[in-house]
C-alpha cells in the first residue's frame, strides 16, 4: 500500500520549486502538491496523507501554526517544516513544538532519508498511543539549533575544535552545562576546566555533541519542582549510564562508532521521563508515588496507567530529533532488550547494562529494591556474553557481581503487557525491573 504525501508551497512558484523533492521517493510513494495552505487544508479534510512537507512561509500564513494544527486534526501525520537553520528569529519560534525539520536548501536524499527514518519507528514501536500522546504534547523539546551550527562546523573541512568551543561559548545556558560535566567526577579530571573551547578538547567532537543535546534537554526541563521527581538526580543517572555503557562498549571491542552510540543512548535513555512528568506532572508523580509504595518497577506501572512507558516516549522524542536508529532502539528498550531481534553486542545491550549497574550503585542500603533494575540475564545469554560480566565491571570499578537467587519468571500480568506490543519476547525470560 502507497503512503501519500502532501507539498504545500508559497504558491504556484514555491510548490514547483519543491515538486523536485519529490523525485526520489520512488513507487512506494504518492504525492500531492498545493500552491497554499487553503488548499492544503482542503486536501487533508478530503483525504488521508501520511506525512506534510511545508515551507516555514506560505504567503501570508504560517506553516508553522498550520503543522500546529495539523497536530490537533490528524495526529497520526508526520509533519516536516523546511526552515532555513540560520534564521534564528524563525528557528526560536520552533522550538517546544513535535514537528521534523528539515534544513534548506533541502534535496530529495535528505527528504527521503527523513521520511524513512520517521516511518522506521513503526516497525518496531508499534504503540500508536505512544505516537498520539508525543503528537499532543505542548511542551516538547526540538533539537537545538546549536546542534545544527555545530555539526555543519564539523563537516566544514576547515573545522576545528576551537571553533566549535567558540560556537557555545555564545550559548551561556550550554556552556555552564558543558563545564558542570566536564568537571563532574564522571570524567575524573585532577584540575578544574574553565572554557568550552577546553571542554571541548578534552571531550573531542562526538562527545560534545551527544551532551549538548543532553543539556539542552535538561535545561528545557530544569522547572519541574517536586521532592518525588528530581531533575538533578535524573542529571547525575544520566552521565553515570552514559559513562557506565561507554566503558562497556570499550572493553567489549566495539568499533569507535558504536562506543558513541553507546555514550549518546545511555545519556539519552530516560529523557522520556521529563517529556512525560513536564507535560502530565501530577499524573506522573502519582505514578512515581505508586511504584515507590508498592515497589513496583516504574515502567510497569507506566504502562498500566498511560499505556506508553518512558522509553517509548523518549525513543519517539529522539526519532524526531533525527538521531540514528540504533540510539533510538537502545532508549526504546533498554528495560526489555530481548525484544531487540538481533543477538550480538550493540549499544542496546550496553545502555542496558549501564543502566542496571547504576541503579544498582544508587540503590545500595535502600529497603525496596525492587523497583531496582535488574539485568536481563537470558539476554545476555542469549548473546553469549556471560562470561564477560565480571570483566565488564571490573573496568566499570564496580564491586563484584553478588550472588543471588535466581529470578522468578515472567507473572502472567506482566507477559501479558509485553505481548500486546506485538513484538518478539524470549520464552521464559525474566522481567527485568525497571526503576
Given at each position: 500500500?502507497?503512503?501519500?504525501?502532501?507539498?504545500?508551497?508559497?504558491?504556484?512558484?514555491?510548490?514547483?520549486?519543491?515538486?523536485?523533492?519529490?523525485?526520489?521517493?520512488?513507487?512506494?510513494?504518492?504525492?500531492?502538491?498545493?500552491?497554499?495552505?487553503?488548499?492544503?487544508?482542503?486536501?487533508?479534510?478530503?483525504?488521508?496523507?501520511?506525512?506534510?512537507?511545508?515551507?516555514?512561509?506560505?504567503?501570508?500564513?504560517?506553516?508553522?501554526?498550520?503543522?500546529?494544527?495539523?497536530?490537533?486534526?490528524?495526529?497520526?501525520?508526520?509533519?516536516?517544516?523546511?526552515?532555513?537553520?540560520?534564521?534564528?528569529?524563525?528557528?526560536?519560534?520552533?522550538?517546544?513544538?513535535?514537528?521534523?525539520?528539515?534544513?534548506?536548501?533541502?534535496?530529495?536524499?535528505?527528504?527521503?532519508?527523513?521520511?524513512?527514518?520517521?516511518?522506521?519507528?513503526?516497525v518496531w514501536l508499534m504503540n500508536e498511543r505512544v505516537k498520539r500522546f508525543i503528537s499532543q504534547m505542548?511542551?516538547?523539546?526540538?533539537?537545538?539549533?546549536?546542534?545544527?551550527?555545530?555539526?555543519?562546523?564539523?563537516?566544514?573541512?576547515?573545522?576545528?575544535?576551537?571553533?566549535?568551543?567558540?560556537?557555545?561559548?555564545?550559548?551561556?545556558?550550554?556552556?555552564?552545562?558543558?563545564?558542570?560535566?566536564?568537571?563532574?567526577?564522571?570524567?575524573?579530571?585532577?584540575?578544574?576546566?574553565?572554557?568550552?573551547?577546553?571542554?571541548?578538547?578534552?571531550?573531542?567532537?562526538?562527545?560534545?555533541?551527544?551532551?549538548?543535546?543532553?543539556?539542552?534537554?535538561?535545561?528545557?526541563?530544569?522547572?519541574i519542582k517536586s521532592s518525588s521527581f528530581s531533575v538533578e538526580r535524573l542529571w547525575e543517572h544520566a552521565?553515570?549510564?552514559?559513562?557506565?555503557?561507554?566503558?562497556?562498549?570499550?572493553?567489549?571491542?566495539?568499533?569507535?562508532?558504536?562506543?558513541?552510540?553507546?555514550?549518546?543512548?545511555?545519556?539519552?535513555?530516560?529523557?522520556?521521563?521529563?517529556?512525560?512528568?513536564?507535560?502530565?506532572?501530577?499524573?506522573?508523580?502519582?505514578?512515581?508515588?505508586?511504584?515507590?509504595?508498592e515497589g513496583r518497577p516504574l515502567w510497569l506501572v507506566e504502562e498500566e496507567v498511560f499505556s506508553l512507558?518512558?522509553?517509548?516516549?523518549?525513543?519517539?522524542?529522539?526519532?524526531?530529533?533525527?538521531?540514528?536508529?540504533?540510539?533510538?532502539?537502545?532508549?526504546?528498550?533498554?528495560?526489555?532488550?530481548?525484544?531487540?531481534?538481533?543477538?550480538?553486542?550493540?549499544?542496546?545491550?550496553?545502555?542496558?547494562?549501564?543502566?542496571?549497574?547504576?541503579?544498582?550503585?544508587?540503590?545500595?542500603?535502600?529497603?525496596?529494591?525492587?523497583?531496582?533494575?535488574?539485568?536481563?540475564?537470558?539476554?545476555?545469554?542469549?548473546?553469549?556474553?556471560?562470561?564477560?560480566?565480571?570483566?565488564?565491571?571490573?573496568?566499570?570499578?564496580?564491586?563484584?557481581?553478588?550472588?543471588?537467587?535466581?529470578?522468578?519468571?515472567?507473572?502472567?500480568?506482566?507477559?501479558?503487557?509485553?505481548?500486546?506490543?506485538?513484538?518478539?519476547?524470549?520464552?521464559?525470560?525474566?522481567?527485568?525491573?525497571?526503576?
Amino acid at each position: 500500500m502507497k503512503r501519500r504525501l502532501l507539498l504545500v508551497g508559497d504558491g504556484p512558484n514555491g510548490l514547483h520549486s519543491l515538486k523536485p523533492l519529490a523525485s526520489g521517493l520512488g513507487p512506494n510513494w504518492e504525492v500531492v502538491g498545493v500552491p497554499g495552505i487553503v488548499e492544503a487544508q482542503c486536501s487533508l479534510g478530503q483525504n488521508g496523507f501520511d506525512a506534510v512537507v511545508t515551507e516555514l512561509r506560505v504567503g501570508c500564513a504560517s506553516g508553522l501554526q498550520f503543522l500546529n494544527q495539523l497536530t490537533e486534526q490528524h495526529p497520526r501525520t508526520q509533519r516536516f517544516l523546511l526552515a532555513d537553520l540560520s534564521d534564528k528569529q524563525a528557528v526560536t519560534k520552533c522550538v517546544g513544538t513535535s514537528h521534523h525539520y528539515l534544513a534548506t536548501p533541502c534535496d530529495p536524499e535528505t527528504l527521503k532519508a527523513a521520511l524513512d527514518r520517521a516511518f522506521s519507528l513503526d516497525v518496531w514501536l508499534m504503540n500508536e498511543r505512544v505516537k498520539r500522546f508525543i503528537s499532543q504534547m505542548q511542551k516538547l523539546p526540538s533539537i537545538p539549533a546549536l546542534y545544527f551550527q555545530v555539526v555543519k562546523e564539523l563537516q566544514s573541512p576547515t573545522s576545528s575544535l576551537e571553533t566549535i568551543g567558540g560556537l557555545i561559548a555564545k550559548d551561556l545556558v550550554m556552556t555552564a552545562k558543558l563545564l558542570q560535566l566536564i568537571n563532574s567526577a564522571v570524567f575524573g579530571l585532577r584540575r578544574q576546566i574553565a572554557s568550552p573551547t577546553e571542554a571541548v578538547l578534552c571531550l573531542g567532537a562526538e562527545t560534545t555533541k551527544s551532551v549538548l543535546l543532553l543539556a539542552h534537554t535538561f535545561s528545557y526541563f530544569d522547572k519541574i519542582k517536586s521532592s518525588s521527581f528530581s531533575v538533578e538526580r535524573l542529571w547525575e543517572h544520566a552521565l553515570a549510564t552514559g559513562s557506565l555503557a561507554r566503558t562497556i562498549a570499550v572493553n567489549q571491542g566495539a568499533p569507535p562508532d558504536m562506543v558513541e552510540e553507546s555514550f549518546t543512548a545511555g545519556l539519552l535513555h530516560d529523557i522520556g521521563k521529563l517529556v512525560i512528568a513536564c507535560n502530565l506532572t501530577s499524573d506522573y508523580i502519582s505514578v512515581l508515588q505508586t511504584a515507590h509504595r508498592e515497589g513496583r518497577p516504574l515502567w510497569l506501572v507506566e504502562e498500566e496507567v498511560f499505556s506508553l512507558t518512558h522509553a517509548e516516549v523518549g525513543a519517539c522524542v529522539l526519532g524526531i530529533w533525527g538521531l540514528p536508529v540504533t540510539i533510538i532502539e537502545a532508549v526504546a528498550l533498554h528495560h526489555y532488550p530481548s525484544r531487540f531481534l538481533s543477538k550480538s553486542f550493540s549499544p542496546l545491550t550496553a545502555v542496558h547494562i549501564a543502566n542496571a549497574w547504576d541503579q544498582e550503585q544508587r540503590g545500595k542500603g535502600k529497603v525496596q529494591n525492587r523497583m531496582l533494575p535488574e539485568v536481563d540475564l537470558n539476554y545476555i545469554q542469549e548473546l553469549e556474553l556471560i562470561d564477560s560480566l565480571p570483566n565488564w565491571r571490573a573496568a566499570c570499578k564496580l564491586p563484584p557481581i553478588e550472588e543471588k537467587q535466581e529470578l522468578p519468571a515472567a507473572t502472567p500480568d506482566t507477559t501479558t503487557l509485553i505481548n500486546t506490543a506485538n513484538t518478539p519476547v524470549l520464552t521464559g525470560a525474566p522481567i527485568a525491573a525497571a526503576a
